[in-house]
């Protein structure tokens, strides 16, 4: 079993900063990409940023510029810098990780959500 423990959400005004840091735990061989998600009111979870294992990243094109995606591979952590919120960040945001399990399994976790409220 592997665990997602998420930190560091909150309210903030627009034009400010929130780090977002999710560690990974458990029984865990590799972390093939670790990845941050978000869902709005009403809309559909959708992917922010990704980081796989050999360093190459990706971004929604609304966070470009703003957001940073980075790892720790020492502690199993990824964190996400997000800079010049806007009130269209608000959202629960999840944490994602895919692994190769100790038992050779590759597997999918989702870690329980991270409130960020943006205010105008």
């Known amino acids: 079993q592997v665990q997602l423990v998420e930190s560091g959400g909150g309210l903030v005004q627009a034009g400010g900063s929130l780090r977002l840091s999710c560690t990974a735990s458990?029984?865990?061989?590799?972390?093939?990409?670790m990845s941050w998600y978000r869902q709005a009111p009403g809309k559909q979870r959708e992917l922010v940023a990704v980081?796989?294992?050999?360093?190459?990243?990706n971004y929604a094109d609304s966070v470009k510029g703003r957001f940073t995606i980075s790892r720790d591979n020492a502690k199993n952590t990824v964190n996400l810098q997000m800079n010049t919120l806007k009130p269209d960040d608000t959202a629960v945001y999840y944490c994602?990780?895919?692994?190769?399990?100790?038992?050779?399994?590759?597997?999918?976790?989702w870690g329980k959500g991270t409130l960020v409220t943006v205010s105008s």
């Open positions: 994602h990780v895919n692994v190769v399990t100790m038992n050779d399994y590759g597997m999918n976790y």
């Open positions: 458990g029984s865990i061989r590799s972390i093939n990409a």
């Open positions: 980081r796989l294992s050999g360093g190459s990243t």
